[in-house]
């Protein structure tokens, strides 16, 4: 008799983005004639750099050609690449780093539900309320998430609640924690971390000895200068953090895949008699194990990202969704919505009229104004009674949607 993981039936319903998709098709199917403007889900609008697809041409021109040819390559990524991200996404902020201890894969959602199977089942984990959803999934597929609640978190999961009386930040826990995951510039908040905020964090899991899964897959998105990209422009972050990095959003790779994560080899785990183990060795085995590497043609996009003509381009695009951003926020603040985000982060973070339900808005923004937003309480109970609007559309399509929205009157 072949046995489950029964942990899988623990899941709730559905993950939040294909139920959104299921709610439009179904709405679609009945208005086919309606043009539905999506807000929603994050995903780019915008086409490649052209630096990315001259290099992406060259490359593929590489595989045509028996001298150039490339098969398997390494599974930690091509060190054209990792010296490429090492030079321009660390060493201008005083961050060192060995290419030993970079990672490239297919995506930083990836790496984000792949990391935890290193660890321990009964390690014990906080996150953020809202949270991006594949930080609580993946924990309760392996098991250390326990039941859910009636509502609707798990009970062996530590929640850090962030409402707009604490700024959308997480507050330090009171009990003792193992893996913390914080997301800075936030998803859905649009929040940022300063670099007060973080070392607060860091000398907090030094404390209690236990390991920041820190998801920077926004840090392109930061204006303020002030603000931290990386975690380990903090003190001691090494120590204690493993940070993920996206090209999807940055450079327009949602349908290319590459991004990459960074895991110092001062980073220390323990056994249950309390002895060291070394993180970086045991991603690197588990990497080689279950991971082929991301395609050569991909990686030679990526590094063109960092040339000075991808640079320029991929800043423009950049600018493009960020003057989305603040077009959504003004004008939503205009209508009288309470906004937050916006201004670091590509997400626009948006308190319902009249603390409606967040579904209930969803579907009343969808049948009336035809647009799609993410509800907020797909990502936790402390969104309930907030939706989330991207920046990732058309510049045209996204006056248009804020125009619906304004004539609802609501």
């Known amino acids: 008799m072949a046995k489950i993981n029964e942990n899988f039936l623990k899941l709730q319903a559905g993950y939040l983005f294909p139920e ?39 490359a593929l021109d590489d595989m045509t050609k028996e001298n150039t040819f490339r098969g398997y390559g390494p599974e930690q990524g091509y ?17 060192k780093l060995d290419k030993s201890e970079v990672f490239v894969s297919d995506g930083a959602k990836c790496d984000i539900a792949n990391i935890q199977e290193i660890f321990s089942t009964d390690n014990v984990i906080a996150v953020t309320d809202p949270v991006y959803p594949v930080y609580v999934d993946t924990n309760v597929m392996a098991g250390r998430a326990g039941n859910v609640k009636q509502n609707g978190q798990y009970e062996n999961i530590l929640y850090m609640p962030c409402t707009a ?35 607060k964090w860091v000398e907090f899991a030094k404390r209690k000895k ?9 840090e392109a998105f930061i204006s303020e200068p002030e603000i931290p990209h990386s975690i380990y422009e903090i003190p001691d ?11 999807s959003k940055t450079a327009g790779f949602t349908g290319i895949r590459c991004a990459y994560a960074v895991i110092p080899k001062q980073l220390k785990a323990y ?27 991909s990686q030679r996009g990526a590094q063109a990202v960092y040339s000075s003509e991808g640079k320029k381009q991929i800043l423009g695009i950049i600018n493009l969704y960020m003057s989305n951003a603040r077009l959504i926020r003004n004008k939503l603040s205009e209508l009288g919505y309470r906004v937050h985000g916006g201004t670091n982060a590509p997400y626009v ?28 309480a797909g990502f936790g109970p402390s969104g309930q009674g907030y939706f989330r609007l991207s920046a990732f559309a058309k510049p045209k399509n996204v006056k248009e949607a804020i125009q619906r929205i304004a004539e609802l009157q609501i």
Request: aromatic fraction near 10%.
């Open 237 to 247: 972050a090494k120590n204690v953090a493993v940070e993920f990095r996206s090209y």
């Open 349 to 376: 973070w948006v308190k319902t009229p009249d603390d409606t339900d967040s579904w209930d808005f969803f579907d009343l923004l969808l049948k009336k104004a035809n647009v799609i937003c993410t509800p907020g």
């Open 165 to 199: 009386e604490n700024n959308f930040l997480p507050q330090l826990p009171d009990a003792d924690v193992d893996i913390i995951y914080l997301c800075f510039p936030n998803n859905p908040t649009g929040t940022v971390a300063s670099k007060q905020t973080l070392k």
């Open 210 to 218: 236990a390991v920041i899964f820190f998801d920077a897959a926004y």
């Open 271 to 297: 056994t249950k008699d309390g002895k060291t183990v070394d993180v970086n060795h045991l991603w690197n085995r588990r990497h080689s194990t279950k991971f082929n590497g991301v395609s050569y043609i």
């Open 79 to 95: 060190d054209f690449l990792i010296k490429e991200i090492i030079e321009n996404d660390f060493e201008p902020r005083g961050v």
């Open 20 to 58: 959104i998709t299921r709610r439009v098709r179904k709405y679609q199917q009945n208005n086919k004639s309606t043009r539905i403007i999506s807000l929603g889900i994050g995903d780019v609008t915008q086409p490649l750099a052209p630096a990315v697809v001259d290099a992406m041409k060259i």
